[in-house]
């Protein structure tokens, strides 16, 4: 019996869900939500980004990123600098490299674990797949 496309979806999402719960308890004794960690990962990957760029890497708003880099700043993990013309970049400082470092360890060990029932070429097979759905022009 084949699953429908609904029940494909559901299951992507449950596993994201499941993701999501896990990460959060993982990075929390670090002091950071999963977003946070997120936007630290992110900045080590693309220092220098905008405000924007980063909100559409983390999958939020222009608005909701500002307040959310606001409070990293706040705490000391990014730092706001200034780029060209009236453009403001942010960058990761050397307290949130160490958060992210140290997150990115758990990261791992959650999605090891979640993915420990798949040998090597199922979960090559596995990110082919999503890889290719996710070429499918946007909703």
Known sequence: MSRSVEEVALSVKRLQHRHHRALTAALADLGVSLVQWDVLRHLHAHPDAS?????????????????????????????????????????????????RAQGAERVASVAGRSFAGLDARELDQLGALLDRALESPAL
């Open 51 to 99: 405000l924007h760029d980063l909100a559409l890497l983390t999958f939020q708003t222009d608005q909701s990123f500002g307040t959310l880099a606001g409070r990293m700043v706040d705490r000391g993990l990014i730092e706001r600098v200034p780029g060209p013309g009236r453009a403001v970049r942010h960058r990761i400082t050397e307290a949130g490299e160490a958060v």
